[in-house]
């Protein structure tokens, strides 16, 4: 399992364009992906965009995404990339 984190720097928080990035992304991939919010008590997968925004991660909230399957090395990196851009 691939473990990674985010801090969230827009003031909109982790709003739908983002969401829908990361969906699409973590869709391309084999393995599972998991997010959370730091001190939150959901968890969301990461390829359903609803699930993602009901997390209602805010400015200065930080991600947690869990990243387990036989891809997880590049699903990780392709999903850290992305979170990268946001």
Not at 39 to 65: I, K, R
Request: proline share 2%; charged share 20%; hydrophobic share 50%.
């Amino acid at each position: 399992m691939r473990e990674l984190t985010h801090h969230i720097d827009d003031r909109l928080g982790f709003h739908a364009q983002p969401v829908v990035r990361l969906a699409q992304e973590c869709a391309r991939w084999s393995s599972v992906v998991a997010v959370s919010v730091e001190g939150g008590s959901h968890e969301a997968l990461g390829t359903d965009p609803m699930a993602l925004l009901a997390l209602d991660a805010s400015c200065g909230d930080v991600l947690h995404v869990g990243v387990e399957g036989a891809d997880e090395d590049e699903a990780a990196a392709a999903v850290a990339a992305v979170l990268e851009g946001l």
